[in-house]
DNA sequence: TTGTAGGCGTTATCAG
DNA sequence: CTGATAACGCCTACAA
């Protein structure tokens, strides 16, 4: 049977003749109320389509089940899988997602920080924009006793919770991989050096020419804004047009990547042989351009549950042990970009 | 000054002498309040950090300014772009969005509808699983009066909003251009038929086949489940394995188009020369494939926008004068993998 | 121009 | 085991 479902627990007592606190608590399995009348509220529940009114339960209860999520864009791969790991975790849990982005501006996020903070959220979890480097806005959430947890950007010093990879360990990986299949002279393409990300994983690129004895030259340290496809071709052409040009390329993301393999191709220069290449974020792209990009796989969907998790660690919802800082595997898949077998 | 915003129209009326329903009024610029006082009381609201609680104003209010977004997948391409426009408008107004994903599952749909029912959402914004033919679980929110419009997939016979393309004169485009490019046997991949959206895509095709005079083989219409990726490359088998091969192909996705010129080239199959392709979507791996991939431009974050606005329209929020029913525009995007120059 | 009172739907506390 | 009662924070007749 379907009602306008404007049932509340005062109907379902009235009807039965028994008080709304006895309906509330019969609801919710309350070891105090007879199985008898239990079972009747219940009944009655099903029967008049009776909907708990979550509003009026937050309100309560001060707080909502809804959780924030706070990230730059959601119409880029990496990030929608964060997204889509967050909303599957959550509501597995009965929680609900609200998104917003921050278009990478600081300001922006501001904003929308002000407006999950008014919504009543019950933790929050971010990525933070490029531009970000003050915090003062995420401080309110703490002060109020709502948790929230940083993915993928972090914070420089904040201590926090955290669920993220080892960058410079990956991008470490990734220039080894590189150095392995012959490459001496590895340029870089790095983001911007505020964003904390960026400079860990310019540091796995030098750590892995100094453990294999290569020479850093700056001129092969190049640095964007924002990494866009676009950028990528001006990169791309200021490598390749050095009087002593790279033979292999590590770009921070996926865009840069493929924009420089297009690039080369209309130059002639042939990948993996002249130039070998290897990416960042294993995008979808990676096997569709040819030839298929190397990358360093980040598993956006599994930090966006593992984010859940820790939230849910904080509220005691599950009382699972968490670390405060969570590092997730990366691992290099090697394509035919950069595999010179 | 920033404070434990547990800030309430109460703590301002103590502390200015006043009765809270003057803060309240104050607030929201009650012509009957006098200047004075409201300039007092914002000021106060101002210095203690007043944030007014969403919670309890849905609760008085009956509704809040959540407006629930259920779609299939949040990380695929053009539906991430529908959300981020929704997202976008939404904010712009002070909405906020809650995202949930079906996973294609009618189940799954059915249970995050109920979850936002219950959350009390002002509207709902919906792009059905594939397996959806019965809307059972939508029409109790229509007999709540909370809007909900239909955003590119729509159902079958409903009354209803909605925001989407015109998929049969698309189609209808995309066949044509490769008739024009000179294609005389043309196929044709569809998605599951139970689908308007893929029954309407199909029809183009046939219409443009019918306009030009050439005959219609069922040996070319396609179909798949899901067109992911791996279907693609079955299809693209059946369909070049034919006795009598086509040589000219429409995808109803981009994915299935770029596993078809994958699957061509490794065959020694000349594209476009010896076969022509278009996709749907223009999905950014577009520009991407080699040969770029032609295909039928849908603009989501418009798309998701309208939804928005259509939305406010129903609910009095805006008064711009919107139709029921909102047709965006497409257009074929000519490249390489169909261009026979 | 302002105040009072009641209620939105739920839960927690304190009595019985 | 069950029932009143009082909040949670806000809004809005109605009264003054």
Not at 46 to 64: C, D, I, M, T, W
Not at 73 to 98: D, K, T, W
Not at 102 to 117: M, V
Not at 140 to 155: A, L, N, T, W, Y
């Amino acid at each position: 049977m379907k009602k306008k479902s404007n049932v509340t627990i005062h109907d379902l007592a009235r009807q039965l003749g028994v008080s709304s606190s006895t309906v509330s608590r019969a609801l919710k399995n309350h070891a105090s109320i007879g199985e008898e009348t239990t079972k009747a509220v219940k009944r009655l529940a099903e029967e008049l389509g009776y909907r708990p009114n979550f509003l009026a339960v937050s309100l309560r209860k001060q707080h909502s089940t809804n959780i924030g999520v706070l990230v730059p864009h959601i119409n880029r791969p990496f990030i929608s899988s964060l997204v889509s790991g967050m909303e599957q975790a959550a509501r597995e849990a009965g929680y609900s997602v609200l998104i917003s982005q921050s278009y990478e501006s600081h300001d922006i996020e501001i904003g929308n920080a002000s407006a999950f903070f008014n919504s009543r959220i019950c933790g929050l979890l971010v990525s933070c924009a490029t531009e970000t480097t003050k915090y003062d806005h995420i401080q309110q959430f703490k002060e109020s006793g709502i948790p929230v947890v940083f993915v993928d950007r972090i914070p420089e010093k904040e201590d926090c919770y955290q669920v993220m990879i080892d960058n410079r360990e990956a991008t470490f990986k990734a220039t080894e991989h590189l150095i392995q299949q012959g490459c001496r002279r590895i340029a870089h393409y790095g983001g911007p050096p505020q964003q904390l990300m960026y400079r860990q994983r310019r540091q796995g690129y030098i750590d892995a020419l100094a453990k294999h004895g290569l020479p850093f030259d700056e001129n092969l340290l190049l640095t964007a804004n924002k990494l866009t496809p676009e950028e990528g071709f001006v990169l791309a052409e200021q490598a390749l047009s050095l009087a002593n040009p790279p033979d292999g390329i590590f770009a921070a993301n996926d865009n840069t990547a493929v924009s420089t393999i297009l690039y080369a191709k209309s130059k002639g220069i042939r990948i993996p042989q002249d130039l070998a290449i290897i990416g960042f974020n294993d995008d979808p792209v990676c096997t569709i351009i040819e030839p298929n990009l190397s990358s360093v796989h980040q598993p956006g969907v599994e930090m966006g549950k593992m984010a859940v998790k820790q939230l849910f660690n904080i509220l005691d919802i599950e009382i699972t042990d968490v670390p405060k800082i969570t590092i997730l595997d990366t691992y290099v898949v090697p394509r035919a970009s950069s595999v010179r077998s």
